[in-house]
């Protein structure tokens, strides 16, 4: 069990980390923050390969960068590479007697390593790397130092994985808007308050609506010129019944114009409604 100075420095580290939202920063501090709390000479983050053989060094504190980037790191292959393949901690204070240890790092770097903490960096049973401290400069390291990095070592992974999702979810946003913004045909989505999801350019272009933001407002505001299509929303909605390639004639500033739609219903990952849609495009002047 952690005593009060491993605790304190854990949620210290924890109040803030969460707040990185680079993930070069975020290896970088965790590093910083691990070795100042355990009075460590060096520390290096490494990351483990898609295909998991390998281990690249991203960060480091307290070696260069570029001399550790200049040797190979395999899983199976050095203390590093042993957590990496066993996903399990290692404490080494004396790397002299562990034949795991790979001497070809402090022949490159001109580092002399003495103690070794290594621990995995997962969540969720993903492995992304490991975290090395080396040569604690007062005493030895002990169990404690261990559950403190292993719990570290974890949350950083977490962090991590919350920087994927919001790179993913800032992805899909940017495709998403990019989709509706060059859309040929008209999209109106409508939730099941009646409230806009989505009105594409194209719809404010074919139906000759205000450029103002409409996303959030009552559709039976917005689209007070077009009663065909709120009935055409709370229809598909109320039915949960959806139509493919249907026409109509609708009045378009002041002239019947014929169009082609087809309606949607939008749903979670649940199959809860959300709402209704509609796509369409103009089939004659």
Request: charged share 20%; hydrophobic share 40%.
């Amino acid at each position: 069990m952690l005593g009060t100075y491993h605790l304190n420095a854990l949620f210290d580290i924890l109040n803030k980390i969460h707040f990185i939202y680079e993930p070069q920063k975020l290896w970088e501090f965790v590093l910083e923050q691990a070795c100042k709390t355990l009075q460590s000479e060096a520390g290096t983050f490494f990351e483990l390969s898609d295909n998991e053989e390998e281990l690249r060094v991203k960060a480091a504190h307290g070696i260069a960068l570029d001399r550790l980037n200049q040797i190979p790191f395999k899983v199976g292959t050095g203390i590093s590479g042993w957590v990496a393949q066993y996903h399990q901690a290692a404490l080494v204070n004396d790397v002299r007697q562990d034949n795991r240890f790979n001497r070809q790092a402090d022949i490159i770097t001109g580092f002399v390593t003495k103690s070794i903490l290594c621990t995995p960096v997962l969540s969720m049973k993903r492995t992304y790397g490991v975290m090395e401290i080396i040569n604690r400069r007062s005493g030895v390291y002990n169990p404690q130092d261990q559950e403190f990095m292993t719990l570290l070592g974890r949350q950083a992974a977490v962090a991590y994985q919350n920087l994927l999702l919001m790179a993913e979810v800032s992805h899909t946003k940017v495709l998403m808007e990019s989709l509706l913004e060059n859309l040929s045909g008209g999209l109106i989505a409508m939730d099941a308050s009646g409230l806009i999801l989505v009105l594409n350019p194209a719809s404010t272009q074919l139906l000759h609506l205000a450029g103002e933001k409409v996303v959030g407002k009552a559709a039976s505001e917005i689209l007070k010129a077009y009663p065909w299509f709120i009935e055409i929303l709370q229809k598909t909605l109320r039915s949960k019944e959806t139509v493919s390639r249907q026409e109509t004639s609708v009045t378009i500033a002041g002239q019947p114009q014929r169009i082609g739609y087809t309606t949607i219903l939008i749903r979670d990952h649940e199959k809860n409604m959300l709402g209704s849609g509609i796509i369409f495009q103009k089939l004659s002047n």
